[in-house]
C-alpha cells in the first residue's frame, strides 16, 4: 500500500522590531519550499519564550532591537538550542559586526540582498555560505 509523502516543512522565527520586515520576511518563507512560518518576535526576549514552547529549525533575527539585542539573542539560542540555525539579518556589513558576534555559531546575512534563494541556501549548506 502506498504511503501519502507529507513533506516536512521547516518551521522558521522571524524577529525583528519593525513589523514591516517582519512581514517582508514572512513572505519570503511562503514562497520559498520547504519552509513555514512558525511565528513572529519583536525582540530577543520575545524569541526566547516562543523557542521554550515552539521547535523552530531557523531563527532569522535582526541584529539591532531594543531590549536583547540579535547578538546577545544570538548567543543564548545557539546554548539552548544547538540545533538551531540561527541567521543575523543587518543592513550592516558583516565587518561592522562586533568582534566576536559570529563566534557562538550564528551566521550571518545582510538585509537587502535576503530572499527565498538564500534561505534554501543557508538550510541546505547550515550556513556555511557567504553573502
Do not use: Q
Amino acid at each position: 500500500m502506498e504511503r501519502d509523502l507529507v513533506p516536512v516543512l521547516v518551521p522558521v522565527l522571524v524577529v525583528d522590531d519593525l513589523p514591516s520586515y517582519r512581514r517582508a520576511v514572512a513572505g519570503v518563507i511562503a514562497v520559498t519550499d520547504g519552509f513555514e512560518l512558525a511565528g513572529e518576535a519583536a525582540s530577543g526576549e520575545e524569541a526566547l519564550s516562543f523557542l521554550r514552547e515552539h521547535p523552530v529549525g531557523v531563527v532569522l533575527m535582526d541584529v539591532n532591537m531594543p531590549g536583547m539585542g540579535g547578538l546577545e539573542a544570538a548567543r543564548l539560542i545557539r546554548c539552548r538550542h544547538p540545533e538551531v540555525l540561527v541567521v543575523l539579518l543587518s543592513v550592516a556589513a558583516a565587518d561592522d559586526l562586533p568582534a566576536g558576534a559570529l563566534a557562538g555559531g550564528a551566521h550571518y546575512r545582510h538585509k537587502d540582498r535576503f530572499g527565498p534563494d538564500e534561505l534554501e541556501a543557508l538550510w541546505h549548506d547550515g550556513g556555511s555560505g557567504g553573502s
